[in-house]
């Protein structure tokens, strides 16, 4: 089913906004496949759009795109082998609740559950605990639209390092119509919220890692505080659903974020002192979850994000050059920097490739400045040997990107091969991946 006049999109922070002339949602795989066949036919290019959470412009398309919104839910389940078949429209909100119905759960999650399934993949959306890799990790079978309209199946079984390739591959293969993923059984987490100082937390950075399920933690700018994020499996019952506990907590850490933000926006020259105030503010508490409902967290605050995973080892050093560098520059930012960590992997296009890696995000409130801070952070990223997060704002090259991931140009050839008239590039991707444009 298509819409076919000129509408007007952008992603969830207003980084990105376009303009496509052709926009079709369709509801099964014939539709896709038809949509595909008619880009190809007519010379144009075609880019599917998830959620918009990307903040890089990897949705972003002047000619056609498509939303599967409407291609959504569970196909099939193996419970036995515990994995699942899921439409790629599907939302990991939804698909916690569906998998919980089937006494199932994902591994691991991100602290943000709005992502598509395939766009979630695509991208190398990871959640942070060192036994667990990126969502792509935990693909075991796609199914894809390639430029010839023809559905490919691959698995892990059958297909071995192509799907290494696939499943992590920025939606530049085909259109991912569906996702195999390998679960787990059902499970509770014991979540905690506490704050330590900064210094500590990093001396102590392996009895976390090793201590917990699951371990993050957050930094405030200007300040000595990280508040940390820790989980761990148990049997106990899941907390009661207590809603004035819930508002109190959504009102501190958006409500209070918003008045503070909002503050920092209008009066930039606070922002230190809104860092400092803020770091002491956040809540420190304990519940108990389900996984799906433990893992994520409600964020409702609309800011800007880059994101790079370094070598694990280098995260202590990496962090107090970044403090010595925003309190030297003076940046005007009371966004805390998000630490998470990741397993190594074997997907050819992930920052986690062959490596443990610890990934820092810097955000910026919507509304100010961030280009000079994201710049000068990144330099510090390219000194430990970061790797982009494909989801987040970066500027990195093919001539750079060629040295940071060692199948790089192993996955352009395959994307060449699969694609050669480029019909799911996009001006960034073209970029990207050093392509004439037509």
Known sequence: MALKRTYRWQNWSGSVSCEPHHRSRPL??????????????EGERLRVIGSGHSFSPLCYSDENQMSLDDFTGIEAADLERRRVWVRAGTTLKELGSLLFERGLALECLGDIDAQTVA???????????????????????????????????????????????????LGALGVITHVELQCVDAY???????????????????????GYRNFEFFWFPYSETAQIKCMDSTRR????????????DLAVE????????????RVPSLSERISRFASQRMPTSQSVRDAHQGLATRRLLRYHQAEYSIPLDRLPMALRQIDRL??????????PLHISFVKADSLWLSPSYQRESAY?????????PYEDYFAAVTDIFDRNDGRPHWGKQHDKTAHELRTLYPRFDDFRQLRQEMD???????????????????
């Open 188 to 210: 509770r987490l014991h979540c905690q919220t506490f704050q330590a100082p900064l210094e500590e937390t990093l001396v102590r950075l392996d009895e976390y890692l090793h």
């Open 360 to 368: 820092i995000a810097v955000h910026m409130y919507r509304g100010m």
């Open 326 to 335: 925003i309190s030297a520059l003076r940046f005007r930012v009371h966004f």
């Open 237 to 248: 019952p899941a907390t009661l659903w207590q809603p004035a506990k819930l508002a109190s």
């Open 119 to 169: 766009g979630a993949i695509s991208t190398g959306t990871h959640g942070s605990g060192l036994s667990f890799g990126s969502l792509s990790s935990q693909v075991t079978g796609l199914k894809l639209v390639v430029a010839d309209g023809t559905v490919k199946t691959l698995t892990r079984d059958a297909s071995g390092e192509l799907l290494d390739a696939a499943a992590l591959s």
């Open 420 to 438: 050669p008239r480029g019909l799911f590039l996009n001006p960034h991707l073209a970029d990207l991946f050093d392509i004439q444009r037509r």
């Open 28 to 41: 099964g795989i014939e539709e896709i496949q038809s949509e595909v066949l008619r880009c190809a036919e």
């Open 254 to 265: 958006n409500g209070l974020m918003w008045a503070l933000s909002e503050a920092a926006r």
